[in-house]
């Protein structure tokens, strides 16, 4: 099967087969367009987020892609989508945001909805403070900014 | 998209923006966003406002069975947000007079109705093709707990198997009209049982226990009342129908309204259907009047499902009501009274328009000669009539003996001011236009 040759930020120039790659939406235009001859220049992409994408795309080519249902019923990964998938994801926080922007750039719609579920999932049914701490996201609302948009979501709340 | 330099760790923050945030959010559910989700930070707060407005399509989606209903839609312009929001506070709204409604009855009940309010968070329904059903269903709860309507089926006398909450009693003669609200298992029940007979489908949410009486809400409009107009049916003669009300929530406000004032009656430990007087409000039906510290309140009531009209099939029309007579002594009778006893009767009866009375006079009320004394207690006691035509009027009077006291074996009359035989404020009759001759013989 022919190659293609993916340049990592890094500048290592890695090889993948076609068939892999062009689950990248934006890989496949390029290769539609000007062929595999040519290096494709991935300049956000770093080799260990480049070989968890092949990894993924690998995968998928062979399995059914992970249908996870929305909203999610649970926390759990497990509850919603095969073990493989649910195991796939399981990642320092930082590797999975990574994870993100890359399947955001290349245009995989699989992985980037694998991804952003479970980063769903680490929000659902924690409490707010738990969140910013966990995210490590400053409030950058003043007491009255938040308790004016609390009072502007009231409506949305069990009131007795 | 960032280019960061290797020495920064990628945060959350760093990551999302507006296009990555829907693909995030539509995996949280409503609960995730109320629960503060949509304040982590001013980002997160961004992100749910207008510019996400497909998210919030989103949650409607989960929350509602449709996108639009015949009582219920988007408005050109509006924003998903806003509609999620009103529909949201609809909910929230039945569910404030439900639960209103089912405190002020137990209060006033000896018998508690327990288990029909849903949790806050337990609001998943079957369709319906009325909003105000659908939502309406988020907050009425089925203490029966029916899964299955088989299982209704297969007791035998489905009424024992199913549940549902008395709005309130009629009682006369030997006749105890229950007023029901009618719980998911049980409309399903009827609407079969309508279908059966009649052919039509339809969704009642009230019925008169053990009758041929519903009352269904019109999602069709067929009645060309408005859509979703409360419409009364059943007994003898459908050719007529009784319109109750625009809408369930303005029936269940008006129920709210009446059970917080105090206009049903409620001394014999069951919420009723007669009223009360109201301070400021003038009810037709409804007289009060006081004579030598007697107080006698009077109250008609029309029922729809003991009539009928059509006088192509019957000789005479019949407007049926009942009424309820209340004697007691007056609670602002100042000084002593002294004991009395009801001797006679007298009732005269006009029909709208005619001078000339149908008079009754007789000994006692119903066989007895109540005594009335001050110890706060009310004697009551309830009749029926009917007449040919409705806005008639009765008034009369009881002739009173005295038991004690210096005018010991006098007597006295107490008036009782005339009340009148007409329809309840804010009903009206209307001619059945799905009605057939042969319905006659259900």
Known sequence: ?160 | METLSQNSKLTLNDTLDHNLASVLLPYLTLNDYISGVYRINKMFSSFYKKGADFIWKTLFELEFHDKEYPDHKIEEGESWHSYFKRSFEMYKKFRRIWAGIITMSNRKSVESQDGYLRDFNDRTTEKYPLFQLEVFYKVFRDPAQIKDIEDVYSGGNFYESLQNFVLHTTEFYEYELEVLMLSPASLLILQNIINVHLGILVYPILHTKNYKHSVILDYQNLFNQGVGALISWGGPDRSQVQVLGLDLMNFLEDHYDKLERNQFFSANSRIESFFNPVQGREIRQLSVAVTNGIRIEACAKYIHHFSIFDLQYHSQRRYYFTYQIRVMVDPDHEGEFDDCQLTTRHWEIYTANSSVPEVVDGAGVIGLFPHIRKNGQIFSYQSATYQTELGGRMQGWFEFKYLKGEKKGETFKATIEPFELSLDEGTKLIQNPIFEPWMHQL
Do not use: H
Not at chain 1, 10 to 34: Q, T, Y
Not at chain 1, 75 to 80: A, E, G, T
Not at chain 1, 111 to 120: F, G, M, P, Q
């Open chain 1, 1 to 160: 099967m022919s190659k293609v040759k993916l340049v990592t930020s890094e500048g290592e120039i890695v090889e993948v087969d076609i068939e892999v790659a062009s689950k990248s939406v934006l890989i496949k235009g390029m290769i539609d367009d000007s062929g595999v001859e040519e290096e494709i220049p991935l300049p956000n992409v770093k080799r260990n987020i480049l070989q968890k994408i092949i990894d993924f795309c690998t995968y998928i080519k062979d399995n059914s892609p992970p249908e996870i249902e929305k909203p999610l019923k649970s926390n759990n990964l497990n509850d919603v989508t095969t073990p493989w998938y649910a195991e796939f994801v399981n990642l320092d926080q930082e590797v999975l945001f990574e994870l993100i922007l890359a399947a955001n750039y290349l245009d995989i719609k699989p992985l980037l909805e694998l991804a952003c579920a479970k980063v769903a999932s680490l929000i659902k049914n924690r409490s707010i403070p738990e969140i910013r701490k966990f995210f490590n996201i400053e409030n950058d609302f003043t007491p009255e900014e938040e308790a004016q948009i609390m009072e502007e979501n009231k409506w949305a709340e069990e009131s007795f």
